[in-house]
Structures are given as C-alpha cells and as structure tokens.
C-alpha cells in the first residue's frame, strides 16, 4: 500500500505561452479594425410621379450641376470645387428676409430668405464621377457644419461637438439641413 | 594566506518568466474580443473616396454594404459592377436584397437600418443613382457614402 499515493508529475507550463501566441498571432492576423465612416444621407421617399410638385421660390433654391466632364456650375456660374462651400455658406446664410436671429448673411434681397426655407439642390449627369460627387457633396455638409460650428462658437462659446444635445437641437433649428439629390439628368453631354 | 574571498559578482537574478503567459493572455482577449472576420472577399477593386464631413456608422449589425468597382476578374470586364454579399449583381437585384437584409435585424431597431455603399472613385454616378433609386424603392433611406478620413480640405483639393 505504499504505492497508493502517487505524485501526480506536475504538468510543465512552460509552452503555455507558445500556444498563446500562436493564438495571438492568428487573431492579429485576421482582425480588420475599420470602422466603416462615411458622409451620411437621408433618401426622399419613392415616389411614382417625378415630377416635382413643391412650390419653392427660384431664389430660395441653390443650384449645383456637375457634368460628366466634372464641371461645376454653381447657380448658372462656373465655379470650381474650392468655391462650393463659401457660395454654398453666402446662400444658406443670407437671410434676406430678416427672421433668422443667428445669421449674418448679407441680406440680398435675391438670395435666400432665411435658412429654413433655403434648398440646395445637387444635380448630377449619369457621367459623373463619384470621386467628385462626393467632394461636391462633403462641401456642401461642410457649409452647414461651419455654419452650425460658427453659431455654436457665438452663442455658447463652445465646439458644435461639444454642446448638449438640446442645445444641437437649438442650432439646427436655425440651420436646418435641406440638400437634394436630384436624379441624374443628361447635362450638356 | 588569508584571503578574502569576493563573491565574484552579484548575479543578476534571471527573469522571471512566469508571467508572460498571462500578458500573452491578455492580448489575446483583448484581439479575441475586437476582432471581427472579414465577411465578405471583395470580387471588385473599390477605392474609397476622401472627405472630411464624414461621420462614424456605430452599428455594424444595422449596415448594409454594396460594393461597387470595376470587377478584380479580368475576364469579366472592366465596367464597374455592384457587388452583394458574396457575389456580382445587377441593379435590380438591390431592392428585393436589401429588403431581405432589413428582414434580418429585430423589429425595433429596423428604423435605424443604414445601407453603406462603398464605391470606387472611378465608378460613373448614373450606376450609383440607380442604386439610390432601388434604395429608395425598399424604403431604405438611411444611406451612407463611405469614404476614407482628409486630413485637411486642403488636402482633399489637393487629389484632384
């Protein structure tokens, strides 16, 4: 009976670490971290007649068309991809009307009436790159974004980012985001 | 003769190696726990687009994605073409798919349904605004156009 206890040997521990790593390493390999970003949008719902039915006056629209060279024309203007955002802010901002009580617009009595009734309107030719759509799309986030930053700055002496989320509210009140994408038309060739 | 032994050097201790395993371990959750395998093999080349007003999608689960790019294949041309899931497809494909890609998330949060479309910057808008009109046909409205981070305006002129 002296054999009953038997020392179990003790399990080496030492490639413990080997197998973990190699664990580790299979997961490093195959783990993708991209974080999928992009310029968000929200779609007007599908309707059957495409023709559109609103009333909006011809100066409360702002009107982008990019060919299928990638040419812009910005309200019947030439324009390259570099003035999109200050015309883009000058409209939005124009408060022609006088209601808006956070803008600073100039006031033309040809442009905007305020920001709540302003429309940009992104007309594309079925040629155009997506490359610059979406450039001419980002500047035109990127007007209302500097707009609501600029308000933001001057009201609460804080980043847009910052702010809580009534107070966002409160900015985008006055700066609401109205962008149409048109549907794809055939402009000059 | 009396010497005085000197000890011949104070030895270094050697490292002890005990704990590494637990490091190791540590890692290794950590990448277990991020991790996510690539769900789809890309069939067509797509290179994002730069921008700055880019916003993060948070929930990956309540994404979509439409691939679109030339194809990689060279036999099969080199029109950009829409890719779904694992395959090729056509525009009118999109539709009855994304319906069916909504069907799969739970009821209360399919109004946060978001579709991603990541196409390359050579593909032609009138491909991408045919799928916005499917999309718009399943009542997908939320939409993203993925891009990659500019660091500056600047630099987004710059690549043109």
């Known amino acids: 009976m002296a054999s009953r206890k038997r020392a179990v040997p003790e399990i080496n521990a030492g490639s413990m670490a080997d197998i973990a790593f190699l664990l580790l390493i299979f997961f490093l390999v195959t783990t993708t971290m991209d974080v999928d970003k992009g310029l968000l949008v929200k779609l007007p719902p599908w309707t059957e007649d495409t ?9 409360n629209i702002f009107v982008v068309l990019v060919n299928a060279q990638n040419q812009l024309l ?10 999109v955002r200050r015309l883009a802010k000058e409209f939005i901002d124009n408060n022609g009307d006088g209601t808006c009580e956070g803008c600073r617009g100039l006031r033309d009595p040809n442009s905007s009436d305020n920001p709540r009734k302003a429309v940009i309107s992104l007309q594309n030719d079925r040629g155009t790159s997506y490359k610059t759509f979406v450039a001419v799309r980002n500047e035109l986030l990127g007007a209302y974004s500097e707009l609501r930053e600029d308000l933001s700055q001057r009201r609460f002496g804080r980043s847009y980012d910052d702010l809580s989320e009534s107070d966002k509210e409160a900015v985008n009140e006055i700066y609401p985001q109205f962008i149409s994408e048109a549907e794809p038309v055939k402009i000059g060739g | 003769m009396a010497t005085i032994k000197k000890k011949k050097k104070a030895e270094v201790p050697p490292l002890s190696t005990a704990s590494l395993p637990d490091i190791v371990f540590m890692l290794l959750f950590f990448f277990m726990v991020t991790t996510t395998m ?39 041309g080199t029109e950009p073409r829409i890719q779904l899931a694992d395959q090729l497809a056509s525009v ?43 999309l718009r046909k399943a009542q997908a409205l939320k ?12 630099d987004l002129f710059k690549s043109y």
């Not at chain 2, 687009?49 to 990689?72: H, S, W």
């Not at chain 2, 939409?143 to 981070?149: E, I, K, M, Q, T």
Request: overall charge negative.
């Open chain 1, 51 to 59: 023709g559109e039915q609103q009333d909006i006056k011809e100066k």
């Open chain 1, 74 to 83: 910005v309200e019947d203007e030439y324009a390259s991809l570099e003035d």
């Open chain 2, 38 to 76: 690539r769900e789809v093999t890309l069939l067509v080349k797509v290179k994002k687009p730069l921008a700055t007003e880019i916003q993060k999608l948070e929930r990956k689960d309540l994404t979509t994605y439409i691939y679109v790019g030339a194809p990689k294949s060279a036999s099969l």
């Open chain 2, 92 to 134: 009118g494909d999109v539709q009855q798919w994304v319906i069916l890609q909504r069907e799969s998330i739970n009821e209360a949060e399919r109004t946060k349904f978001t579709v991603s479309i990541k196409a390359d910057v050579d593909a032609k808008m009138g491909l991408i605004s045919d799928i916005k009109q499917e």
């Open chain 2, 143 to 154: 939409l993203s156009y993925s891009a990659n981070p500019a660091a500056s305006v600047e």
